[in-house]
């Protein structure tokens, strides 16, 4: 079998796998009119099982048309660190004592803004937490901001306008909050080394025109809805259970994260960390909510899916980013985010010999400010999706609609990447 032929056949399905994430909603629909076979379609209408399903078919189609020892050495030489690494860092920064850390610095920082409370809770809330992702990594960021606006706003029933402002921004936010370091976003992990980033490049290049990006973005979709968010309750105190929380449960919890982040490139490591801290949250779990590993499993599942998928689409995808100029390359990567992972296009373009320093920051600025457009655009999407969808109509985001709310603070980004 020409192995030509297969490339095309790949490429074909990972389009099918993309047009299966924008119609998902409607497989829920068809799920709730064929009880019979509900569990399937339910599993269809699942964003996050998407491309582990289209990776089955494509390993399956791969058996077909070159053989099944093709098809093994392909999947292991993928790597699926960050799918794991990703289910660890989220399961281990939702976990209850971390959740009442943060949250008691959200409302630290929001008592100090002349603000209503709520309206302050918020505008922190998709300002600093997504920024706190440089340091805590991207993952976590997302999954803290996520339960924090969960349990602030999503559970008091706001409009499904405001939901799906507020998502869109986080997105964005959290795909450009990572950007002051050169460990935390996964587009830039990709490069950093290979190119010689290191912090104080990252700050000076690319970390206030995050900053600059977030604070306005948080700042207008906050103005926005001024009104609705006014009109709602202050935020309720710390609960007693929150209170009498050892200090030394926390200050392990805050080890463990910090020990996976350290060795977050080896898997081997931060593995065997997690499975101390499960040991660790059972021996105490009268300070523990329930562990969010259902969630983390179908994020890690819908990455291992992507990581498989993507590995067939590097012949299409560098031979069309080498063809750009670069303002090409920025707005061209930009808009290919929306379809595959930023860090894979940046992985691509750090193959490149004799890229120059314009190029190079292109890549990773249009990877970063395309990021939030839709789920699969940036990793730690999925893990905010996850969290948030069974509170949007038909427990599940519309990928048009999200596309659409996250087009306004991505404008704002490429205002502040690519025009100052």
């Not at 010689?196 to 990006?213: E, H, P, Y």
Request: aromatic share 12%.
């Amino acid at each position: 079998m020409d192995l030509k032929v297969f490339q095309w056949v790949a490429a074909a399905l990972f389009f099918l796998a993309i047009v299966h994430t924008f119609s998902a909603p409607y497989f829920e629909k068809i799920a709730h009119h064929c009880p019979a076979h509900a569990g399937v379609f339910h599993l269809l209408g699942e964003v996050e099982a998407v491309f582990g399903v289209w990776a089955l078919i494509l390993l399956l189609t791969m058996c077909a048309m070159l053989g099944m020892t093709d098809a093994i050495q392909y999947l292991e030489h993928r790597d699926f660190t960050e799918p794991m690494f990703i289910f660890v860092i989220m399961v281990m920064a939702a976990s209850k004592p971390i959740l009442n850390l943060c949250g008691n610095i959200v409302r630290l920082l929001a008592s100090r803004l002349p603000l209503p409370s709520s309206m302050a809770f918020y505008l922190v809330s998709l300002s600093c937490v997504p920024l706190l992702g440089s340091f805590i990594t991207e993952p976590a960021a997302m999954t803290l901001a996520a339960l924090m606006l969960r349990d602030m706003f999503y559970l008091r029933g706001i409009s499904t306008r405001l939901k799906y402002a507020t998502i869109g921004v986080l997105f964005v936010n959290v795909s450009i909050g990572g950007v002051l370091t050169p460990f935390a976003a996964p587009p830039v992990l990709m490069v950093a080394g290979k190119w010689g980033w290191d912090i104080a490049f990252m700050v000076t290049t690319f970390g206030w025109r995050a900053i600059l990006a977030v604070g306005v973005n948080a700042l207008v979709v906050t103005w926005l809805f001024r009104k609705e968010l006014r009109a709602m309750l202050a935020e309720p105190p710390a609960s007693g259970a929150e209170e009498r929380t050892p200090r030394f449960v926390t200050v392990a919890h805050l080890l463990f994260l910090t020990g996976v982040i350290v060795f977050a490139h080896h898997s081997v490591v931060f593995m065997g960390l997690f499975l101390f801290f499960l040991g660790f949250a059972t021996a105490y779990k009268h300070y523990q909510d329930k562990l969010i590993l259902r969630e983390g499993l179908m994020v890690a599942f819908f990455l291992a899916g992507l990581v498989t998928l993507g590995g067939q689409q590097q012949w299409w995808l560098q031979d069309l980013l080498m063809g750009m100029d670069v303002s090409s390359v920025y707005f061209g990567t930009t808009a290919l985010t929306a379809v595959t992972d930023n860090a894979a296009l940046t992985y691509l373009g750090s193959l490149v010999v004799g890229l120059t320093d314009e190029f190079k920051y292109a890549l990773v600025a249009g990877a970063v400010s395309g990021g939030g457009l839709t789920v699969i655009a940036n990793a730690p999407n999925p893990a905010g999706f996850s969290i948030l969808k069974s509170y949007f109509p038909d427990e599940t985001v519309r990928a048009p609609l999200l596309l659409l709310s996250a087009l306004p603070p991505t404008l704002v980004v490429i205002v502040a990447f690519y025009f100052l």
